[in-house]
C-alpha cells in the first residue's frame, strides 16, 4: 500500500473497523470466559463459518465504528450547544450585575451576596472561555 502511495496510485481507502472483541459487546450478554466449556465447542465446531464469515463481520465492524464516530461529532456538537447557551446565560448575567452596581450602588455595596454571585459568574465566565480555547 505504501509502495503503491509512492508511485502516485491513490485508489485505495483506509477502512477502520471496530470488532465485538475490540469493545467487548458480547463479554456482557453472552457467556464468553475461557472456562466456559459449551462456547469453546461451539468455536472449534464453527471455525470454518468463522471464515466464511470474515467479510460480513468486517463490515459490520467497520459500520459500527462509522456509528461510534458519528456519536462522538453528535456528542461534541451537543456539549458545545449547552457551552455556547451557558455563556450567553453568564454574559447576561454579567450584564445585570454591572446595571445594578450602576444603577443601585447602594444595593451593590450592601448586598454581599449579589457581590459574591456577580464574582462567580465572572470567575466561570472566565474559565469557560480558558476551555474553550
Request: net charge negative; aromatic share 8%; hydrophobic share 35%.
Amino acid at each position: 500500500m505504501f509502495h503503491d502511495y509512492m508511485q502516485g496510485k491513490h485508489d485505495f481507502s483506509v477502512q477502520r473497523a471496530i470488532s465485538i472483541k475490540d469493545i467487548d459487546l458480547l463479554s456482557r450478554t453472552l457467556a464468553y470466559e475461557t472456562d466456559n466449556i459449551p462456547f469453546q465447542k461451539f468455536n472449534e465446531s464453527h471455525a470454518a463459518e468463522n471464515q466464511r464469515f470474515g467479510t460480513s463481520r468486517l463490515e459490520i465492524a467497520e459500520r459500527r465504528n462509522d456509528l461510534l464516530v458519528e456519536l462522538k461529532i453528535l456528542q461534541n456538537m451537543e456539549r458545545e450547544l449547552v457551552k455556547g447557551n451557558y455563556r450567553t446565560f453568564l454574559l447576561n448575567e454579567l450584564d445585570k450585575c454591572h446595571a445594578i452596581e450602576k444603577e443601585l450602588s447602594q444595593l451593590w455595596k450592601n448586598d454581599t451576596k449579589l457581590q459574591d454571585y456577580c464574582c462567580s459568574c465572572s470567575d466561570e465566565l472566565h474559565r469557560l472561555s480558558d476551555l474553550l480555547l
